[in-house]
T-cell receptor, first 114, second 114 residues
Framework: SAVISQKPSRDICQRGTSLTIQCQVD?????MFWYRQQPGQSLTLIAT?????????ESGFVIDKFPISRPNLTFSTLTVSNMSPEDSSIYLC???????????FGPGTRLTVT | ELKVEQNPLFLSMQEGKNYTIYCNYS?????LYWYRQDPGKSLESLFV?????AVKQEGRLMASLDTKARLSTLHITAAVHDLSATYFC??????????????FGKGTKLSVIP
């Protein structure tokens, strides 16, 4: 299994500011992902953050808006830059464990932009 | 582009009744996941289905996978109120450079009524 923690758990931010979300995993993982879940919606993949390579962004998400760091096999950060109210969402960190074929999700960071 | 369709999106059931949630996907995949999400919570893994004909059961929930039909089902037997939640199916696909990603359905919001 994998235990994932995220910081902060929630935040209220002003338009135009940036927020960095941290994701910590209790074991080493190669594949780490960042998802967004807008209110009442499903999950959308923002980017894949594999250690040792640049993050790969999905259509509609760009590095300038959502820069990601992956300094080691247990940690990653996602920054939401120059925020607008449309960025209000839950941001979830996720990891894939090949040994069990399981994909685990962190508790999420609930972001509100005013 | 992989598309994942769930139906129904909303389901209101009486306690003690049976029902099935369907998950169709558009391209070949051998890995399908079912998750449960309670309001304000993260995703809880229910089942990982890895091969054609796979069937897994846990309590009142049973999931199956037909890779030829690109269809998975989540069957609920004798529903109880505690099963009220949103259920997501997610399909894994190879995304290149040795990485995989999950694409989610829109979710089925289940309400079990006494």
């Amino acid at each position: 299994s994998a235990v994932i923690s995220q910081k902060p758990s929630r935040d209220i931010c002003q338009r135009g500011t940036s927020l960095t979300i941290q994701c910590q995993v209790d074991s080493q993982v190669t594949m780490m992902f960042w998802y967004r879940q807008q209110p009442g919606q499903s999950l959308t993949l923002i980017a894949t953050a594999n250690q040792g390579s640049e993050a790969t962004y999905e259509s509609g998400f760009v590095i300038d808006k959502f820069p990601i760091s992956r300094p080691n096999l247990t940690f990653s950060t996602l920054t939401v830059s120059n925020m607008s109210p449309e960025d209000s969402s839950i941001y979830l960190c996720s990891v894939f464990k090949g040994a069990s074929d399981e994909q685990y999700f962190g508790p999420g960071t609930r972001l509100t932009v005013t | 582009e992989l598309k994942v369709e769930q139906n129904p999106l909303f389901l209101s059931m009486q306690e003690g009744k049976n029902y099935t949630i369907y998950c169709n996907y558009s391209t070949t995949s051998d890995r399908l996941y079912w998750y449960r999400q309670d309001p304000g919570k993260s995703l809880e893994s229910l089942f990982v289905l890895l091969s054609n004909g796979a069937v897994k059961q846990e309590g009142r929930l049973m999931a199956s996978l037909d890779t030829k039909a690109r269809l998975s089902t989540l069957h609920i037997t004798a529903a109880v109120h505690d099963l009220s939640a949103t259920y997501f199916c997610a399909v894994q696909a190879y995304s290149g450079a040795g990485s995989y990603q999950l694409t989610f359905g829109k979710g089925t919001k289940l309400s079990v009524i006494p």
